[in-house]
């Protein structure tokens, strides 16, 4: 059956070409969601840029067609657009909704609206708000998250490292005679992803792998003591070792708080800035609560700088354990004066190209998945990205784990050559940040 789908503010705030992803079927856009997309035209961010990209469209092809009534087709194999206007409120649900000037309860009206005038169609309103979901199944109107650019199994990516257990002694003691064994002789019925990384245990001693598909085999992960940074757990060991690969390019590293993420990336940078141009370290700037950067005293420096202090912190973690007055503390400092390693918003680098540079994106959870590409992109050769992120930390109320930047991108990505994941599991900031951690 075909359908027709009413589209919320937040779904082309996050996905400005939303309109073009529901094949067949009918689109309809709300008077009131133009409305509220006005508000978002100005500023940097991605939301901003999605409001005017779509304002431009409408404009586009409104100038030639009707989309308040006959409608306008959006292309073989797609539906047609329209633009509702809002249409009377009945009466029990001008009781249950006090304010009707609130714009959710315009876009239910017209959801209800389509829902009695269209009769051989299925009328489904699309939305990221799980409160107007609610609302709309409330009043017998069918909701649904936007689907498109979702990771569907979130849990198989942030899963713990594979574990290979009862494995053969005489196993482990050629990986770490070879260096390597045929995935064959594991006994597994699957073949692993390319670059996935697996501990094979005898129940005794234990050893470290990464799969190599082209070669089929399991290759050895030694734990190696990075820039005065040593892994504690075999999950920060495969960590470095996909950060000092010089085959993989492109890294994510997840996990909750505490369990080394940037502190680990920063020392694989540190430790090959001989092998690169530049170090740079960025992150995307969420404002706290309700206070955007304007509020902060100061200039542009000195408002992003509570931002980018934990990646300062970091620094100082690894200083401390190279000694504060050594050769390698001398050298970071000496790096950011020179601007070898620069520590910067993630805004600043738009229109930037990346050449010979170890970029590291922190709290990469806060980016959407049309970010992650905008930065990729800017990759010239030579290029080495790093993201890490907590999808347990998402502060954009645009996101979630499923649809995050960082979800996306481990989910497209994984079994690429160039590509390595690693979730970090134990957290090993403290014993006291371990707990809250699990237990707050």
């Known amino acids: 059956m075909k359908k027709t789908y009413i589209i919320d503010t937040n ?5 400005f070409n939303a309109i073009y992803n529901f094949e067949e079927n009918d689109v309809v856009i709300p008077i009131v969601v133009i409305e509220e997309l006005d508000k ?3 500023g940097n961010g991605i939301i901003n840029f999605n409001a005017r990209q779509i304002m431009r469209e409408l404009d586009k092809i409104s100038e030639q067609f009707d989309v308040f009534t006959a409608g306008i087709s959006l292309g073989n194999d797609h539906g047609m657009l329209y633009v509702k206007t809002v249409h009377s409120f009945p009466k029990d649900f001008k009781r249950s909704f006090s304010e009707q000037e609130y714009a959710d309860t315009k876009i239910l009206s017209i959801a209800l609206y389509l829902k009695d005038e269209i009769k051989n169609e299925e ?36 899963k713990e490292v594979n574990t290979f257990f009862n494995i053969d002694t005489s196993l482990i003691d050629r990986l770490y005679k070879d260096g390597s064994i045929p995935i064959g002789e594991l006994g597994t019925s699957e073949e692993p992803v390319c670059n996935e990384y697996h501990i094979l245990s005898d129940g005794n001693a234990t050893a470290l792998g990464y ?55 920063l020392a694989a940078a540190l ?29 542009a420096t000195e408002k992003i700088k509570p931002y980018m202090q934990p990646l300062f912190d970091n620094l100082t973690v690894i200083k401390q354990n190279a000694g504060f007055t050594s050769k390698d503390s ?32 922190d709290e990469a959870q806060n980016l959407t998945p049309h970010e992650v590409k905008t930065i990729i992109t800017r990759a010239g050769e030579g290029t080495k990205i790093v993201f890490t992120g907590d999808i347990d930390q998402i502060d954009s109320p645009y996101l979630d784990d499923r649809s995050n930047g960082l979800s996306y991108l481990t989910d497209k990505m994984k079994g690429q050559s160039i590509f390595a994941h690693v979730n970090l599991v134990k957290g090993e900031r403290s014993q006291l940040a371990e707990i809250a951690s699990k237990l707050l």
């Not at 190599?212 to 470095?240: G, W």
């Open 40 to 42: 978002f035209k100005k």
């Open 123 to 158: 009328v489904i309103l699309v939305t990221q708000d799980v409160n107007l979901r609610l609302k709309a199944r409330a009043f017998g109107v069918k909701a649904q998250d936007y689907k498109t650019g979702k990771v569907i199994d979130v849990e198989k990516i942030y």
């Open 271 to 299: 430790q090959q800035s001989h092998e690169f141009y530049q170090i740079m370290l960025a992150r995307p700037i969420v404002a706290l609560s309700d206070k955007d950067l304007g509020y902060l005293p100061g200039d």
């Open 211 to 265: 799969y190599d598909n082209v070669n089929k085999l399991v290759k050895l992960v030694r734990k190696q003591t990075t820039y005065h940074i040593k892994p504690r757990n075999s999950e920060q060991t495969f960590a470095l070792d996909a950060l000092l690969r010089k085959d993989i390019q492109l890294v994510t590293v997840t996990g909750r708080a505490g369990t080394g993420k940037t502190l680990l990336a």
């Open 330 to 361: 001398t050298k970071i400092d000496d790096m950011l004066k020179e601007e070898k390693l620069m520590i910067t918003p993630l805004a600043y680098i738009r229109g930037r190209s990346l050449a010979n540079t170890f970029f590291i994106i």
């Open 11 to 15: 779904v082309i705030l996050h996905d």
